[in-house]
């Protein structure tokens, strides 16, 4: 029963997540989701407990789809629908197609100001995809390598940059 209460409470601090966007500072945007997880976490480390050997790994397993779908849920809400994280506009809405330029611009405006905002974004970045090299080889067993994880891992940054650019996101 306590497991449910988890799963209410993750559910509850998502919905606030999703309704206040924007009005939340830069530290609650980041850490409602990462509590939602660990809320839905714990729910489901309590319910293994009950369980049988058989029936705790088909929970696992689908306790992974579940935060797999709500990764890409969440991936969607932050890459294409504006998300909630407005660094972005500080830089303007051109659109280029030179690899790595913004990366460098960022660099450049770290190295000229010491402004830690382009190093943020950088690395919000980078770990923003940091769940699909996780999730990825616990889902399907074809990707449990790392060189056969690794060439989706870089075709999914590539097809977000470029469903982006189609976007204007």
Do not use: K
């Amino acid at each position: 029963m306590l497991h449910i209460l988890c799963y209410s409470a993750a559910g509850l601090v998502n919905l606030v997540w999703l309704l206040l966007g924007d009005r939340l500072g830069l530290l609650l945007q980041v850490a409602a989701p990462a509590v939602t997880v660990l809320l839905a976490g714990t729910g489901v480390a309590l319910r293994l407990r009950t369980l049988s050997r058989v029936a705790r790994s088909r929970y696992l397993r689908g306790a992974l789809w579940v935060l797999f779908l709500y990764y890409l849920a969440i991936l969607s809400v932050l890459l294409f629908f504006g998300g909630l994280f407005q660094l972005d506009r500080v830089w303007g809405g051109s659109v280029n197609l030179e690899p790595f330029h913004t990366i460098r611009s960022y660099l450049r405006f770290y190295r000229n100001t010491g402004s830690l905002v382009s190093i943020v974004n950088l690395l919000g970045n980078v770990v923003i995809m940091v769940p699909l090299g996780m999730l990825l080889p616990l889902l399907f067993r074809g990707m449990r390598h790392f060189w056969t994880c690794l060439p989706l891992c870089a075709m999914v940054a590539i097809g977000v940059e470029w469903l982006q650019w189609i976007t204007a996101t």
